[in-house]
């Protein structure tokens, strides 16, 4: 076999594991924000930066503004999966400074994104 064949071959495997990968987390996610939306109102916010890891961050908060569930993304490559976002866990809307500050900066970011009414 020529090098440009297994070049290609090995070109074919790696995009047909993206591929799959890129499926699962998105099944992963998708799967979650059904459960989360089941609980009450759901609310998406990210980060914006192009070059950094991007933060991904979705709450379900009922009608009282209690926030019941928050799930977060985090990562640059296809192997982020949801993680549980325990520290807002039921706070009550608007978010207080004192919780936000405990939080990294891409968080706070995706947060202030998902409860802004843009």
């Given amino acids: 076999m020529d090098t440009t ?10 995009w047909s594991l ?3 990968t890129g499926f699962l987390q998105m099944r992963a996610f998708n ?6 939306s089941l609980k009450g109102i759901v609310k998406i916010g990210k980060t ?13 908060h009922d009608e009282n503004e ?3 569930d ?16 325990s520290a807002i866990i039921h706070a009550r809307l608007p978010l207080s400074e004192t919780i936000l500050t405990g939080l990294d ?12 009414t843009k």
């Fill in 5 to 14: 064949y297994t070049l290609i071959i090995c070109a074919v495997i790696a």
């Fill in 66 to 68: 209690v926030i019941v």
């Fill in 105 to 116: 900066s891409a968080t706070r970011e995706a947060i202030t994104c998902a409860l802004s």
């Fill in 31 to 36: 799967r979650m924000l059904q459960t989360m």
């Fill in 48 to 60: 914006s930066s192009r070059w950094k890891p991007r933060t991904l961050v979705v709450l379900a």
């Fill in 18 to 20: 993206q591929i799959v």
């Fill in 70 to 85: 928050a799930s977060i993304m985090k990562g640059i490559t296809i192997f982020a999966r949801p993680k549980a976002l």
